[in-house]
T-cell receptor, first 116, second 115 residues
Framework: KAGVTQTPRYLIKTRGQQVTLSCSPI?????VSWYQQTPGQGLQFLFE???????NKGNFPGRFSGRQFSNSRSEMNVSTLELGDSALYLC???????????????FGPGTRLTVL | GESVGLHLPTLSVQEGDNSIINCAYS??????FIWYKQESGKGPQFIID???NMDKRQGQRVTVLLNKTVKHLSLQIAATQPGDSAVYFC??????????????WGLGTSLAVNP
């Protein structure tokens, strides 16, 4: 069974631009969660989607948004990029929601975003 | 507040030794805990979990111990191997205002295994 895939793997943007990241969950998984990982803050939960509905969200500004499609694939968008948005963005999928609290969560390799 | 902390940010051990990674959590209502391993260039990988009605759980070469009295969690790795070199995260379950479960992650401990 293929794992969680994320595209692109690396991205370089400049301040003020916007970016869209994509995540394809493991086949059959309907829950997708997004995380931001930085050396200083560790893993910070962004949001979670299940069956195309946002179930939970973290404490991030409205510039961060996401959506999930009927095939469970998910995208997250960051508008008006800031230098502090440079991070590794991780996507994880599971059978049921709960960010791994109710079911094992499988992570993708992440998208490394650099904002210049 | 919600926080999960780690006692040691880095740990260096000799190959073949046992490793112990510690984690302190703050939410006494947490009922589920997970350890993840993250190797360089990869996303976190589930290692082992434990529910609050247990104080010990064993996997293959790994053991998780839970002490609810002092809100402490530890991961023990037996006969540490070079492939165990990674960052290890503990995470606890909390409930938000909508009674949805979510994980709160620690900052991680970097384990370096010396050959």
């Amino acid at each position: 069974k293929a794992g969680v895939t994320q595209t692109p793997r690396y991205l370089i943007k400049t301040r003020g631009q916007q970016v869209t990241l994509s995540c394809s969950p493991i086949s059959g998984h309907r829950s997708v969660s997004w995380y931001q990982q930085t050396p200083g803050q560790g893993l910070q939960f962004l949001f979670e989607y299940f069956s195309e509905t946002q179930r939970n969200k973290g404490n991030f500004p409205g510039r961060f948004s996401g959506r999930q499609f009927s095939n469970s694939r998910s995208e997250m968008n960051v508008s008006t990029l800031e230098l502090g948005d440079s991070a590794l963005y991780l996507c994880a999928s599971s059978l049921i929601p709960g960010q791994g609290a109710g079911d094992t969560q499988y992570f993708g390799p992440g998208t490394r975003l650099t904002v210049l | 507040g919600e926080s999960v902390g780690l006692h040691l940010p880095t740990l260096s051990v000799q190959e073949g030794d046992n490793s112990i990674i510690n984690c302190a959590y703050s939410n006494s209502a947490s009922d589920y805990f997970i350890w993840y391993k993250q190797e360089s260039g990869k996303g976190p990988q589930f290692i082992i979990d434990i529910r609050s009605n247990m104080d010990k759980r064993q996997g293959q070469r790994v053991t998780v111990l839970l002490n609810k009295t002092v809100k402490h969690l530890s991961l023990q790795i037996a006969a540490t191997q070079p492939g165990d070199s990674a960052v290890y995260f503990c995470a606890e379950t909390v409930y938000n205002a909508g009674n949805n479960r979510k994980l709160i992650w620690g900052l991680g401990t970097s384990l370096a295994v010396n050959p």
